[in-house]
């Protein structure tokens, strides 16, 4: 595993690609398998835990003091 993580074409290729993760670091995965050459893709990290709790109330029409109360209460 350590040779093909640090094979040179698989990199150029993006068949493995350096993901940099804010807890992490800088680690290596899996690209994106599907290669079309008028729809580029990019491989990113996951997301970390709650990261998109607000984003995602406000979608579902939470108002931002019903987020912060929400926070307040320890609910999300």
Known sequence: MKEI???PALRA???VVEVDHPVRGKYLTVGNP???SDSPTS???SPLLGEH???VLAQLGYGS???AALRAERVI
């Open 65 to 67: 003091d019903e987020i």
């Open 34 to 36: 599907i290669k079309l």
């Open 43 to 45: 491989v990113t990290r």
């Open 13 to 15: 290729s993006g068949t």
């Open 5 to 7: 993580a640090h094979e």
């Open 53 to 55: 709790t607000a984003e």
